[in-house]
């Protein structure tokens, strides 16, 4: 069973930074991709950054140059690092995996596991 768990969302004010983490458990190799999503309310799920097994990354324009996406191969634990958040930003993120898509993927169909979500919440 796969399980992966975030952690790190929060509230925050317009400007400020989170570091949300993913650890991902219960598969017996690797993750091949591994991605955040968000949904804002009324909205549908958007892809925000994707990572491969390569380490080759791809980010969304709307967030390009404010976030950044890595993993801990060691830890099995994703990260984005978020910096001049806006309010614009405020969604339940979602971390995605998948051990055979290898690619850097920010379309959802990709990937077959996904976390419970934790909510960012920035004010203007």
């Known amino acids: 069973q796969v399980h992966l768990v975030e952690s790190g969302g929060g509230s925050v004010e317009a400007g400020g930074s989170l570091r949300l983490s993913c650890a991902a458990s219960?598969?017996?190799?690797?993750?091949?991709?591994m991605g955040w999503f968000r949904q804002a309310a009324g909205k549908e799920r958007q892809g925000v950054a994707a990572?491969?097994?390569?380490?080759?990354?791809r980010y969304s324009d709307s967030v390009k140059g404010r976030v950044t996406i890595s993993k801990d191969n060691a830890k099995d634990t994703l990260y984005l690092q978020m910096n001049s958040l806006r309010p614009e930003d405020t969604a339940m993120y979602y971390c995605?995996?998948?051990?055979?898509?290898?690619?850097?993927?920010?379309?959802?169909?990709?990937?077959?596991?996904w976390g419970q979500g934790t909510q960012v919440t920035v004010s203007a």
């Open positions: 995605a995996a998948d051990p055979w898509a290898d690619g850097p993927y920010l379309q959802a169909a990709a990937y077959n596991y």
């Open positions: 219960g598969y017996p190799g690797a993750m091949s991709s």
């Open positions: 990572i491969d097994s390569k380490g080759n990354t």
